[in-house]
């Protein structure tokens, strides 16, 4: 498994994504993160075999300020698993790569943040169980409200690293 940047060879793969109504609701397709990027927003692509499994975005810069006043921190947004390889293990070890991956293409980068629904069980217990940390911050989102997580890179972490 291996996390890329985005380009045109995955765009197959990644508009072909499908999740269930139930996942839907909380975050958006590839196909939809795609057409909002911008040069603070960093598509990338979780892959097996030259393959997109998964996709997320890493946002920089004062939009994701309602998140962190970190300003050495990244936003990890649109997270999914394409649902025909859900269950194979893929959210976990992409969260495992993700350290590496920032270290190397985002040099400064001290701190990961994320909000995830409050009704969102399976991501926020996948999220917790890979190093993220609930510090009690909440923001209202679209559908309800959302925990606001921390991953730190200062330091080895207790996960997301190899």
Known sequence: MELQFYSEKFKEDLYAFSLVNEQHQFTALPEEALQIIDENRFPVVITLNEKAVGFFVLHQGEAIRDYTTNP??????????????QGKGYAKEAMKLLSDFIRKHFPGTDEVVLAVNERNIAARTLY??????????????RKGWQSILTYSLKGNGKYLSK
Do not use: C, V
């Not at 050495?72 to 390889?85: C, D, K, T, Y």
């Not at 917790?128 to 989102?141: A, H, I, P, V």
């Open 72 to 85: 050495n921190a990244l936003l990890l947004r649109a997270f999914s698993i394409n649902q025909i390889h």
């Open 128 to 141: 917790l169980r890979t190093g993220f940390e609930d510090q009690g911050n909440k923001l209202m989102g």
